[in-house]
């Protein structure tokens, strides 16, 4: 009809479609239970390996708590290490899911349909891991309930005024908040399952959780409206979220710590990595579950873009600091940035983060390298690695030469550390192994309106 | 008395059907879709949910309980002096306030959500229908409630016929 909107129809033709075959609604919806009916011997050997591995991990996080903070490798003066960093690394990871599911469906991206459902899966696990570190951190976790303002008859007070406790509410509230999120935009496909169920046993059991969804046109517009309510609602959560996680760092007065800038500078890394990680899982499970038309090269294209932004942010995150450490002229700021970091014992870390989240977010200007799935799954395992890497350097090296160098020491970690933080991998894989076996890790109900709405979209482009 | 529960295979002759029904008077209708129709929604003029007071009943709630008892905590109950600062030190209170907003509105959404729509409900009349099953499938049901002042069997017998309805059940209300 009019100019503007003929060239962007031509534009979206260009994009690679979002769905690719238009199997019938039965057909998909099979298509997309499949794998919560029927296992596999590579999902049951994955199954047993992930879940030794978290065993171990339960082992080695016991022994923590048995025998004390002290066979991790923290030591005064550098106390935090590896417990904050996969703090820190996990709950960013968390943030893209919510990054997914809430801010891109409040801007009507329809790419985001087919990978919501795992990317909020991804979040609520994330969250889980993360939040164990920093109650073991405590030193004795037996006590992480102090932090909420419960009547005790010690008749003391969590410091208001201290970060950490906001912390336990951000996190806390960011856990809830991505679970009633995630459960409610489920329901609909909970009733599905409920409805498609082999046996008696399955259809109670998914029935019990579909809590007697009937898909009602008064329950699809109340869905809709609560489902947008949260969105709205975890939109601003996830900024917060990290947002407090770096006021951990930047109420501290440590040279390098002490800054402004944390909080979007946080931000956009915790969003950074976890696009990341929503790539490391989606090329995956997509090539296993033959899961191409509805994952298409148009998902792949979308994410990796915004792995390039908010890898982009992150680049220029770490320019402005370099240039205020510069033009601050604050002596400690100075050397912190310029010559312990950049020349001392953790370089390598420094010079690695540099390298990888200067180039990668660059090689992404690339369309080949954006739709290629082997390329960006390489690239997301690089991104992952560096951001952890960067919490790593940002924790220990403004820690472990503050003000007098008579307090300066260094970091070693013990093989505890590196235990605790390789187990979590396993157990983050064997959550997500549950999930894709017990939930419909594409949301079917989704996919079908999407479809019903690009059909009658082309009818109309067809009739004119 | 039953209701009719016609059936159909395509939400585009439903929302016809709704539409037929709706302009001969008949508004006791329901249509069950397996995912959002926005032909059918639009053809039923839904009322407008009131979630959206339930959520903000609930953050400002939240927003308030957390900000009032981190208030008191520190200033009434068990005032410290941390270096001769105000003991009611109110920005250092907003990201609790704030988190408490948020949770309290997500969970008034929610429980919104459910009250509104009567879950959960384990059981309905509904799901006894033999085929409601695909209801959440590939089916699209609208249930014609015959309670209705403006019921006329033989009109609703033929906007059904005409509009393609598959086949027709009884359900219990």
Same mark, same amino acid.
């Given at each position: 009809?009019s100019a503007?909107?003929?060239a962007?129809s031509?534009?979206?033709?260009?994009?690679p479609?979002?769905l690719?075959?238009?199997?019938?609604?039965?057909e998909?919806?099979?298509?997309?239970?499949?794998?919560?009916?029927?296992?596999?011997?590579?999902?049951r050997?994955?199954?047993?390996v992930?879940?030794?591995g978290?065993?171990?991990?339960? &082992?080695? @996080?016991?022994?923590?708590?048995?025998? =004390?903070?002290?066979?991790?490798?923290?030591d005064?003066?550098? +106390?935090?290490?590896? +417990?904050?960093?996969?703090?820190?690394?996990?709950?960013?990871?968390?943030?893209?899911?919510?990054f997914?599911?809430?801010?891109l469906?409040?801007?009507?991206?329809?790419?985001?349909?087919?990978?919501n459902?795992?990317?909020?899966?991804?979040?609520? !696990?994330?969250?889980m891991?993360?939040?164990?570190?920093?109650?073991l951190?405590?030193?004795?976790?037996?006590?992480?309930?102090?932090?909420?303002?419960?009547?005790?008859?010690?008749?003391?007070?969590p410091?208001?005024r201290?970060?950490l406790p906001?912390d336990?509410? /951000?996190?806390?509230?960011?856990?809830t908040?991505? !679970?009633?999120?995630?459960?409610v935009?489920?329901?609909?496909?909970?009733a599905?399952?409920?409805?498609?169920?082999?046996?008696?046993?399955?259809?109670?059991?998914?029935?019990?959780f579909a809590? +007697?969804?009937?898909?009602s046109?008064?329950?699809?517009?109340?869905?809709?409206?609560?489902y947008? $309510?949260?969105?709205?609602?975890?939109t601003?959560?996830?900024?917060?979220?990290?947002?407090?996680?770096?006021?951990?760092f930047?109420?501290?007065?440590?040279p390098g710590?002490?800054s402004?800038?944390?909080?979007?500078? !946080?931000?956009?890394?915790? *969003?950074y990595s976890?696009?990341?990680? #929503?790539?490391?899982?989606m #090329?995956?499970?997509?090539?296993?579950?033959?899961l191409?038309e509805? *994952?298409?090269?148009?998902?792949?294209?979308a994410v990796?873009?915004?792995?390039?932004?908010?890898g982009?942010?992150?680049?220029?995150?770490?320019v402005?600091?370099?240039?205020?450490?510069?033009y601050?002229?604050?002596?400690?700021?100075?050397?912190v940035f310029?010559?312990?970091?950049? /020349?001392?014992?953790? %370089?390598w870390?420094?010079?690695?983060?540099?390298?990888?989240?200067f180039a990668?977010?660059? $090689? &992404?200007?690339?369309?080949?390298?954006r739709?290629?799935? $082997?390329?960006l799954?390489?690239?997301?395992? &690089?991104?992952?690695?560096?951001?952890w890497?960067?919490?790593?350097?940002?924790?220990?090296?403004?820690?472990?030469?503050?003000?007098?160098p008579?307090?300066?020491?260094l970091?070693r970690?013990?093989?505890?550390? =590196?235990?605790?933080?390789?187990?979590t991998?396993f157990?983050?894989?064997?959550?997500?192994?549950?999930?894709?076996?017990?939930?419909?890790?594409?949301?079917?109900?989704e996919v079908?309106?999407?479809?019903?709405?690009?059909?009658?979209a082309?009818?109309?482009?067809?009739r004119? | 008395?039953?209701?009719?529960?016609a059936?159909?295979?395509?939400?585009?002759?439903?929302?016809?059907?709704?539409?037929?029904?709706?302009?001969?008077?008949?508004?006791?209708?329901e249509?069950?879709?397996p995912?959002?129709?926005?032909?059918?929604?639009?053809?039923? %003029?839904?009322?407008?949910p009131?979630?959206?007071?339930?959520?903000?009943?609930?953050?400002?709630? =939240?927003c308030?309980?957390?900000?009032?008892?981190?208030w008191?905590?520190?200033?009434?109950?068990?005032p410290?002096? @941390? =270096?001769?600062?105000?003991?009611?030190?109110?920005?250092?209170f907003?990201?609790?306030?704030?988190?408490?907003?948020?949770?309290?509105g997500? &969970?008034?959404a929610?429980?919104?959500f459910?009250?509104s729509?009567r879950?959960?409900r384990?059981?309905?009349?509904?799901?006894?229908?033999?085929?409601?099953?695909?209801?959440? #499938?590939?089916? !699209?049901?609208?249930?014609?409630?015959?309670?209705?002042p403006a019921?006329?069997?033989?009109?609703?017998?033929?906007?059904l016929?005409?509009?393609g309805?598959?086949?027709?059940?009884?359900?219990?209300?």
């Amino acid at each position: 009809m009019s100019a503007p909107r003929s060239a962007a129809s031509s534009r979206a033709m260009e994009e690679p479609p979002v769905l690719l075959a238009r199997p019938s609604d039965d057909e998909l919806t099979r298509r997309l239970l499949r794998p919560i009916w029927v296992g596999g011997p590579v999902w049951r050997i994955l199954f047993l390996v992930t879940g030794l591995g978290s065993a171990t991990m339960l &082992l080695f @996080v016991l022994y923590t708590v048995v025998a =004390g903070i002290g066979v991790w490798g923290n030591d005064i003066p550098v +106390g935090w290490a590896y +417990g904050i960093t996969n703090f820190v690394w996990w709950i960013g990871i968390g943030h893209a899911g919510t990054f997914i599911s809430a801010i891109l469906l409040l801007l009507e991206q329809p790419w985001r349909t087919s990978i919501n459902r795992f990317a909020e899966a991804m979040t609520l !696990f994330a969250v889980m891991l993360a939040g164990m570190f920093p109650v073991l951190h405590l030193g004795r976790p037996w006590f992480a309930y102090w932090i909420f303002p419960y009547p005790a008859t010690m008749d003391v007070w969590p410091q208001f005024r201290s970060a950490l406790p906001w912390d336990a509410a /951000a996190i806390a509230t960011y856990f809830t908040v991505s !679970f009633l999120f995630w459960y409610v935009g489920l329901i609909p496909d909970l009733a599905t399952a409920r409805d498609c169920a082999p046996t008696p046993a399955k259809r109670r059991l998914y029935g019990l959780f579909a809590l +007697g969804w009937r898909g009602s046109s008064t329950h699809w517009s109340h869905y809709r409206l609560a489902y947008g $309510l949260l969105a709205a609602l975890a939109t601003p959560l996830v900024i917060s979220v990290h947002s407090i996680v770096s006021a951990d760092f930047a109420t501290a007065q440590l040279p390098g710590w002490h800054s402004t800038i944390f909080p979007p500078y !946080f931000v956009a890394g915790a *969003i950074y990595s976890g696009f990341a990680m #929503v790539i490391t899982l989606m #090329v995956p499970i997509r090539r296993i579950f033959r899961l191409h038309e509805v *994952i298409t090269t148009r998902h792949l294209d979308a994410v990796a873009k915004m792995t390039m932004a908010t890898g982009l942010i992150v680049a220029y995150a770490y320019v402005v600091e370099y240039f205020l450490a510069w033009y601050g002229g604050d002596p400690f700021e100075h050397y912190v940035f310029y010559a312990e970091r950049l /020349a001392g014992p953790y %370089a390598w870390a420094v010079w690695t983060v540099f390298a990888i989240n200067f180039a990668v977010p660059n $090689l &992404l200007w690339v369309r080949r390298i954006r739709r290629s799935a $082997l390329a960006l799954f390489f690239l997301s395992i &690089l991104i992952n690695v560096a951001m952890w890497l960067e919490r790593f350097f940002l924790i220990v090296t403004s820690l472990q030469r503050d003000f007098l160098p008579s307090s300066w020491g260094l970091f070693r970690p013990s093989y505890i550390d =590196g235990a605790i933080l390789t187990g979590t991998l396993f157990t983050f894989a064997f959550l997500f192994l549950l999930f894709l076996r017990f939930v419909p890790f594409v949301p079917i109900a989704e996919v079908k309106e999407l479809r019903h709405e690009l059909e009658v979209a082309e009818g109309r482009a067809v009739r004119g | 008395m039953a209701d009719l529960l016609a059936e159909f295979s395509d939400a585009h002759a439903l929302a016809k059907a709704v539409e037929a029904l709706r302009a001969a008077g008949l508004r006791d209708l329901e249509a069950f879709t397996p995912f959002e129709v926005g032909e059918v929604q639009a053809a039923l %003029a839904l009322p407008r949910p009131r979630i959206p007071r339930a959520a903000l009943a609930g953050a400002v709630l =939240g927003c308030g309980a957390a900000f009032l008892l981190q208030w008191w905590l520190t200033a009434w109950n068990y005032p410290l002096n @941390v =270096g001769g600062r105000p003991l009611a030190s109110f920005p250092a209170f907003v990201p609790i306030a704030f988190e408490g907003a948020i949770l309290g509105g997500a &969970l008034g959404a929610v429980i919104g959500f459910l009250v509104s729509c009567r879950l959960p409900r384990l059981w309905h009349p509904l799901f006894e229908v033999e085929g409601f099953e695909r209801a959440s #499938v590939d089916r !699209f049901f609208l249930r014609i409630g015959r309670r209705d002042p403006a019921w006329d069997q033989a009109r609703v017998l033929h906007v059904l016929h005409e509009s393609g309805a598959l086949r027709l059940h009884e359900v219990e209300r």
